[in-house]
C-alpha cells in the first residue's frame, strides 16, 4: 500500500468512526463547547503521523504543503496544534482551521471511550465539559455502561490506524506528527514526479 493509499485507508477509518459514533452524537448530549480552543491549545497534545496524511494530500492539493511544512520547520516551539485559530486575546478560544481534515486524536476526543480499570466506559472528554455539563456526562455515562447508547472505544481506532503503517503510528508531539506527514508527503510526491522524467 502506497502512502496516498494509506491515506484513503485512513479517511475510510474517519467515515467509519462518524457512523459509529453517530449515535452518541445524535443522544448523547455533549458535544463539544462552542468556540472552545481548551484541547487545541495544550501544549502537550500528541498524536500519530498517519493521522495527518489526508490533511497533508489536502494542502498539496491547495498548494499549501510546502508553506505549512517550512511554518513548522520554522516554529518548532510553537505549543499548540497549527491548525488551531486562537480568538485573539483569549488562546483557550478559538477554533480548527482545517477541521474537515482533522487527525484522529481530534475526533476521538468527546465522542469516544476509554476502559478503566474496573472494565467501564469512560467518555474522552475536556475538564471544561466535566464542570460545565455535569449531570450530562453522569446520564451519557450510565447509559453508554448499560448498553442503551453507543460508542466506541478509541483504542480500537488507534489499532486499526496503526496496523496501516506501523512506523508512522509512532506517538509524538501534535506538530512534530504533522510535519512528518507533509514531509513524507511531499517527498513521496517528489520522487514519483522523478520517475515520470527518467
Given amino acids: 500500500?502506497?502512502?496516498?493509499?494509506?491515506?484513503?485507508?485512513?479517511?475510510?477509518?474517519?467515515?467509519?468512526?462518524?457512523?459509529?459514533?453517530?449515535?452518541?452524537?445524535?443522544?448523547?448530549?455533549?458535544?463539544?463547547?462552542?468556540?472552545?480552543?481548551?484541547?487545541?491549545?495544550?501544549?502537550?497534545?500528541?498524536?500519530?503521523?498517519?493521522?495527518?496524511?489526508?490533511?497533508?494530500?489536502?494542502l498539496v492539493d491547495k498548494g499549501l504543503a510546502e508553506q505549512a511544512l517550512a511554518f513548522l520547520e520554522e516554529n518548532p516551539d510553537l505549543d499548540h496544534c497549527m491548525n488551531f485559530v486562537p480568538k485573539p486575546g483569549d488562546n483557550a478560544k478559538g477554533f480548527c482551521g482545517t477541521y474537515s481534515t482533522r487527525g484522529l486524536i481530534c475526533r476521538v476526543f468527546g465522542t469516544a471511550a476509554r476502559k478503566t480499570k474496573t472494565g467501564t466506559r469512560e467518555i474522552i472528554i475536556c475538564k471544561p465539559l466535566k464542570e460545565e455539563r455535569a449531570?450530562?456526562?453522569?446520564?451519557?455515562?450510565?447509559?453508554i455502561n448499560s448498553g442503551e447508547l453507543q460508542l466506541?472505544?478509541?483504542?480500537?481506532?488507534?489499532?486499526?490506524?496503526?496496523?496501516?503503517?506501523s512506523y508512522l503510528s509512532t506517538e509524538m508531539p501534535i506538530n512534530q506528527a504533522i510535519r512528518i506527514a507533509l514531509d513524507r508527503v511531499l517527498r513521496e510526491i517528489f520522487y514519483a514526479s522523478q520517475e515520470v522524467l527518467d
Avoid at 10 to 23: E, G, H, I, P, W
Avoid at 152 to 165: G, N, S
Wanted: with cysteine; aromatic share 12%.
Fill in 135 to 143: 449531570e450530562q456526562l453522569q446520564t451519557a455515562t450510565r447509559r
Fill in 1 to 58: 500500500m502506497n502512502l496516498k493509499e494509506k491515506a484513503e485507508a485512513v479517511k475510510a477509518l474517519f467515515v467509519q468512526l462518524d457512523k459509529d459514533t453517530q449515535d452518541y452524537r445524535e443522544n448523547g448530549g455533549l458535544g463539544c463547547l462552542s468556540g472552545c480552543g481548551f484541547c487545541c491549545s495544550r501544549p502537550k497534545i500528541s498524536a500519530y503521523p498517519i493521522e495527518f496524511l489526508p490533511f497533508a494530500y489536502d
Fill in 152 to 165: 466506541p472505544l478509541a483504542t480500537d481506532y488507534y489499532a486499526k490506524i496503526a496496523d496501516l503503517d
